[in-house]
Protein backbone atom coordinates (compact mmCIF):
# COMPACT_ATOMS: atom_id res chain seq x y z
CA UNK A 1 0.00 0.00 0.00
CA UNK A 2 1.14 3.54 -0.71
CA UNK A 3 2.31 5.79 2.16
CA UNK A 4 1.19 9.03 2.56
CA UNK A 5 4.08 10.25 4.90
CA UNK A 6 6.33 8.91 2.47
CA UNK A 7 4.69 10.39 -0.89
CA UNK A 8 4.43 13.55 1.64
CA UNK A 9 8.36 13.32 2.42
CA UNK A 10 9.09 13.35 -1.28
CA UNK A 11 6.83 15.75 -2.51
CA UNK A 12 8.24 18.16 -0.38
CA UNK A 13 12.43 17.29 -1.01
CA UNK A 14 11.66 18.47 -4.69
CA UNK A 15 10.43 21.68 -3.64
CA UNK A 16 14.09 22.53 -3.03
CA UNK A 17 14.58 22.05 -6.44
CA UNK A 18 12.35 25.17 -7.63
CA UNK A 19 14.08 28.47 -8.07
CA UNK A 20 12.68 31.92 -7.94
CA UNK A 21 11.82 32.71 -11.47
CA UNK A 22 11.54 29.32 -12.48
CA UNK A 23 8.74 27.92 -15.12
CA UNK A 24 7.39 24.58 -13.52
CA UNK A 25 5.62 21.89 -14.63
CA UNK A 26 3.22 20.48 -12.35
CA UNK A 27 2.53 16.87 -12.45
CA UNK A 28 -1.01 15.31 -11.50
CA UNK A 29 -1.60 12.90 -9.14
CA UNK A 30 -2.28 12.15 -5.59
CA UNK A 31 1.78 12.65 -4.61
CA UNK A 32 2.57 15.95 -7.19
CA UNK A 33 -0.82 17.33 -5.96
CA UNK A 34 1.53 17.39 -2.24
CA UNK A 35 4.00 18.79 -4.35
CA UNK A 36 1.82 21.81 -5.85
CA UNK A 37 0.22 22.42 -2.05
CA UNK A 38 4.11 22.85 -0.90
CA UNK A 39 4.36 25.10 -3.85
CA UNK A 40 1.56 27.07 -2.91
CA UNK A 41 3.39 27.56 0.31
CA UNK A 42 6.56 29.14 -0.69
CA UNK A 43 4.56 31.32 -3.11
CA UNK A 44 2.49 32.59 -0.79
CA UNK A 45 6.46 33.23 0.97
CA UNK A 46 7.25 35.02 -1.85
CA UNK A 47 9.03 32.55 -4.89
CA UNK A 48 8.36 34.00 -7.82
CA UNK A 49 7.29 31.31 -10.29
CA UNK A 50 4.61 29.83 -12.76
CA UNK A 51 3.24 26.93 -13.54
CA UNK A 52 2.20 25.02 -16.35
CA UNK A 53 -0.26 22.50 -14.94
CA UNK A 54 -0.44 18.50 -16.55
CA UNK A 55 -4.06 18.38 -16.57
CA UNK A 56 -7.20 20.51 -15.53
CA UNK A 57 -7.30 18.85 -11.82
CA UNK A 58 -3.86 20.14 -11.30
CA UNK A 59 -4.82 23.87 -12.45
CA UNK A 60 -7.69 23.98 -10.57
CA UNK A 61 -5.40 22.73 -7.50
CA UNK A 62 -2.82 25.39 -8.66
CA UNK A 63 -5.16 28.07 -9.07
CA UNK A 64 -6.99 28.02 -5.70
CA UNK A 65 -3.71 28.21 -3.63
CA UNK A 66 -2.61 31.20 -5.49
CA UNK A 67 0.16 30.00 -8.31
CA UNK A 68 0.42 32.07 -11.33
CA UNK A 69 -0.07 29.57 -13.92
CA UNK A 70 1.13 29.68 -17.82
CA UNK A 71 0.88 27.88 -20.85
CA UNK A 72 3.56 26.17 -23.29
CA UNK A 73 1.95 28.77 -25.91
CA UNK A 74 3.71 31.20 -23.83
CA UNK A 75 6.33 29.32 -22.78
CA UNK A 76 8.11 26.10 -24.84
CA UNK A 77 11.23 25.63 -22.27
CA UNK A 78 10.15 24.22 -18.65
CA UNK A 79 12.80 24.81 -16.14
CA UNK A 80 11.38 22.08 -14.08
CA UNK A 81 9.01 19.71 -13.83
CA UNK A 82 7.63 17.93 -10.88
CA UNK A 83 5.47 14.86 -11.29
CA UNK A 84 4.91 11.17 -9.61
CA UNK A 85 5.34 7.89 -11.03
CA UNK A 86 3.41 4.68 -10.97
CA UNK A 87 6.14 2.68 -11.29
CA UNK A 88 10.32 3.92 -11.10
CA UNK A 89 12.67 1.50 -12.39
CA UNK A 90 16.46 1.42 -11.13
CA UNK A 91 17.15 3.26 -14.71
CA UNK A 92 14.52 5.76 -14.09
CA UNK A 93 11.98 4.66 -17.09
CA UNK A 94 8.71 4.99 -15.67
CA UNK A 95 5.35 3.32 -16.11
CA UNK A 96 2.87 6.46 -16.37
CA UNK A 97 -0.62 7.75 -16.49
CA UNK A 98 -3.06 5.91 -13.70
CA UNK A 99 -4.59 9.64 -13.08
CA UNK A 100 -5.46 9.48 -16.76
CA UNK A 101 -3.17 12.59 -17.19
CA UNK A 102 -0.11 10.63 -19.42
CA UNK A 103 -0.84 12.84 -22.65
CA UNK A 104 -0.35 15.88 -20.99
CA UNK A 105 2.33 15.11 -18.61
CA UNK A 106 4.79 13.33 -21.74
CA UNK A 107 4.24 16.62 -23.69
CA UNK A 108 5.19 18.99 -20.40
CA UNK A 109 8.16 16.38 -19.65
CA UNK A 110 9.48 16.63 -22.93
CA UNK A 111 9.54 20.45 -22.67
CA UNK A 112 11.40 20.32 -19.20
CA UNK A 113 15.18 21.15 -18.61
CA UNK A 114 14.51 18.64 -15.73
CA UNK A 115 11.78 15.92 -14.83
CA UNK A 116 12.01 15.50 -10.97
CA UNK A 117 9.99 12.28 -10.35
CA UNK A 118 8.40 11.78 -6.78
CA UNK A 119 7.03 8.87 -5.35
CA UNK A 120 6.74 6.57 -2.29
CA UNK A 121 8.61 3.21 -1.63
CA UNK A 122 5.98 1.09 -2.77
CA UNK A 123 6.75 2.74 -6.62
CA UNK A 124 10.13 1.38 -6.67
CA UNK A 125 10.29 -1.79 -9.03
CA UNK A 126 13.79 -3.65 -10.11
CA UNK A 127 11.65 -4.53 -13.66
CA UNK A 128 8.23 -2.67 -14.72
CA UNK A 129 5.11 -3.71 -15.61
CA UNK A 130 3.13 -5.09 -12.92
CA UNK A 131 1.42 -1.62 -12.94
CA UNK A 132 -0.63 -1.50 -16.42
CA UNK A 133 0.57 0.53 -19.66
CA UNK A 134 -1.73 2.99 -20.28
CA UNK A 135 -2.44 3.47 -23.91
CA UNK A 136 -5.10 6.55 -24.65
CA UNK A 137 -6.79 6.13 -27.96
CA UNK A 138 -9.13 7.90 -30.14
CA UNK A 139 -12.41 6.68 -29.78
CA UNK A 140 -13.22 5.52 -33.42
CA UNK A 141 -10.04 3.22 -33.43
CA UNK A 142 -10.56 1.74 -29.69
CA UNK A 143 -11.37 -1.32 -30.81
CA UNK A 144 -8.94 -2.08 -33.57
CA UNK A 145 -6.09 -0.98 -31.19
CA UNK A 146 -7.35 -3.40 -28.43
CA UNK A 147 -7.02 -6.30 -30.81
CA UNK A 148 -3.12 -5.39 -31.88
CA UNK A 149 -2.34 -4.45 -27.85
CA UNK A 150 -4.11 -7.76 -27.19
CA UNK A 151 -1.47 -9.69 -29.98
CA UNK A 152 1.61 -8.05 -28.39
CA UNK A 153 0.59 -9.93 -25.55
CA UNK A 154 -1.88 -7.92 -23.21
CA UNK A 155 -4.71 -8.03 -21.44
CA UNK A 156 -6.42 -4.81 -22.26
CA UNK A 157 -8.93 -2.98 -20.28
CA UNK A 158 -11.36 -0.23 -21.09
CA UNK A 159 -10.74 2.25 -17.84
CA UNK A 160 -13.84 3.05 -16.37
CA UNK A 161 -15.74 0.41 -18.26
CA UNK A 162 -17.38 -1.35 -15.48
CA UNK A 163 -19.08 1.49 -13.84
CA UNK A 164 -20.86 1.85 -17.13
CA UNK A 165 -18.95 4.33 -19.08
CA UNK A 166 -15.72 4.35 -19.76
CA UNK A 167 -13.40 7.04 -18.61
CA UNK A 168 -12.61 10.20 -20.52
CA UNK A 169 -8.97 12.06 -20.41
CA UNK A 170 -8.94 15.53 -20.66
CA UNK A 171 -8.57 15.53 -24.30
CA UNK A 172 -11.55 13.67 -24.40
CA UNK A 173 -9.66 10.43 -25.36
CA UNK A 174 -10.34 6.45 -23.86
CA UNK A 175 -7.41 5.03 -22.21
CA UNK A 176 -6.85 1.46 -22.17
CA UNK A 177 -4.91 -0.11 -19.58
CA UNK A 178 -2.64 -2.99 -20.55
CA UNK A 179 -1.21 -5.76 -18.31
CA UNK A 180 2.07 -6.88 -20.39
CA UNK A 181 3.05 -8.63 -17.08
CA UNK A 182 7.56 -8.41 -17.01
CA UNK A 183 8.68 -5.69 -19.62
CA UNK A 184 12.08 -6.78 -20.59
CA UNK A 185 12.31 -4.45 -23.33
CA UNK A 186 10.54 -1.03 -22.07
CA UNK A 187 11.94 1.28 -25.25
CA UNK A 188 10.79 -1.62 -27.66
CA UNK A 189 7.39 -1.80 -26.20
CA UNK A 190 7.44 2.09 -26.54
CA UNK A 191 8.15 2.12 -30.24
CA UNK A 192 5.22 -0.50 -30.93
CA UNK A 193 3.06 1.02 -29.08
CA UNK A 194 3.63 4.80 -31.28
CA UNK A 195 3.40 3.14 -34.17
CA UNK A 196 -0.23 1.79 -34.16
CA UNK A 197 -2.31 4.14 -35.71
CA UNK A 198 -5.10 5.58 -33.44
CA UNK A 199 -2.85 5.73 -30.32
CA UNK A 200 -2.51 9.19 -28.94
CA UNK A 201 -0.11 8.59 -25.99
CA UNK A 202 1.32 5.57 -23.96
CA UNK A 203 2.72 5.52 -20.10
CA UNK A 204 6.19 4.80 -20.80
CA UNK A 205 8.33 6.80 -19.95
CA UNK A 206 12.15 6.20 -21.20
CA UNK A 207 15.15 8.66 -20.64
CA UNK A 208 13.17 11.58 -19.48
CA UNK A 209 12.94 11.17 -15.88
CA UNK A 210 16.50 12.87 -14.65
CA UNK A 211 16.01 12.28 -10.38
CA UNK A 212 13.34 10.64 -8.98
CA UNK A 213 12.55 11.07 -4.89
CA UNK A 214 12.02 8.41 -3.28
CA UNK A 215 10.36 8.59 0.10
CA UNK A 216 11.45 5.41 2.07
CA UNK A 217 10.16 5.13 5.37
CA UNK A 218 12.00 7.80 7.54
CA UNK A 219 14.42 9.57 4.57
CA UNK A 220 14.06 10.03 0.73
CA UNK A 221 16.23 8.43 -1.19
CA UNK A 222 17.41 10.76 -4.52
CA UNK A 223 18.08 8.06 -7.70
CA UNK A 224 19.84 9.77 -10.76
CA UNK A 225 19.73 8.79 -14.39
CA UNK A 226 23.34 8.25 -16.16
CA UNK A 227 22.89 10.56 -19.40
CA UNK A 228 23.72 8.37 -22.28
Same mark, same amino acid.
Given at each position: +? ?5 ? #????? %?????? &????? $? ?7 ? %? ?6 ? /??? &? ?23 ? =? ?5 ? @? ?9 ? #???? #?? &??? *? ?6 ? &? ?30 ? /? ?6 ? =?? %? *? ?22 ? /? ?31 ? =???? +??? $?? =??? *??? @???? +? ?5
Amino acid at each position: +MANEGEK #EAAAR %ASIEMV &RDGDI $VGLGTGSTA %AYAVRFLG /ERV &RAGLKIRGIPTSIHTRELAASIGIP =LTTLDEF @QEIDVTIDGAD #EVDP #EL &RLI *KGGGGALL &REKIVASASRKLVIIADSTKQVATLGKFPVPV /EVIKFAET =LV %A *KKLAGLGAAVTVRGASSGKPFLTD /EGNHILDCEFGRISDALGLGRALESMPGVVEHG =LFIG +MAA $VA =LIG *KRD @QVIE +MRREKP
